[in-house]
């Protein structure tokens, strides 16, 4: 039995309830994820967090519903999923030898009879990048793992070798800020360590 609906069909929060054992059903939400004029990437993925999450409630048979929205952030500019091989290049280009900041907005939104309870946070991430060379970020393109990242990179995947240290939540980078959640859950009555 389903504790939480899942607004996303992102693999890798999956896996990360999947750790925290979260029993869940996943339906990824389609809304419109423009950037704001003057919107800050803090606000950004926690407004775009509570959006799926209240989107997912009509698919929620009352269950509480968790949704994230995670941005790579580099010198203010908020870098989104990569929509060519030329695009991720540039993006790992910027990211190359310097530090950068991942931030997920998380939201948890449930029905209580006329009530809509709701909590949201956004929470930040520092990621040292390595100096990358032209041949590294072509190699890391061509194996097409940056196409449906943001900032066009995974720390749990092959782009691991490119990170020199993290200050913060290693979990928030790969998309799901795990203590944090875990505190969001405990308000909710959703249970965790589940077998």
Do not use: C
């Not at 941005?71 to 695009?87: A, F, W």
């Amino acid at each position: 039995m389903a504790d939480l609906l899942l607004a996303s069909a992102s693999p890798r929060r999956k896996e990360l309830l999947d750790q925290i054992g979260v029993h869940y059903i996943a339906r990824s939400m389609d809304i419109d994820e423009s950037v704001l004029a003057g919107e800050s990437a803090h606000d950004y993925v926690k407004r775009l967090a509570l959006e799926k999450a209240e989107a997912g409630l009509v698919f929620s048979e009352g269950r509480p519903v968790l949704a994230a929205d995670t941005s790579v952030v580099v010198d203010g500019q908020i870098l989104g999923k990569p929509q060519s091989q030329k695009e991720a290049e540039e993006m790992l280009s910027a990211l190359s030898g310097r530090t950068h900041q991942v931030i997920t907005g998380v939201a948890i939104v449930q029905q209580q009879e006329a009530h809509l309870l709701k909590d949201s946070a956004a929470i930040e991430t520092q990621v040292h990048f390595l100096s990358l060379n032209k041949q590294q970020i072509t190699d890391y393109v061509a194996t097409q793992e940056p196409m449906d990242k943001a900032g066009s990179y995974g720390i749990q995947g092959k782009a691991a070798v490119f990170v020199e240290k993290i200050e913060g939540s290693y979990s928030n980078v790969v998309g799901l800020p795990l203590e944090q959640v875990g505190k969001m859950l405990h308000r909710f009555n959703v249970p965790i360590w589940r077998a």
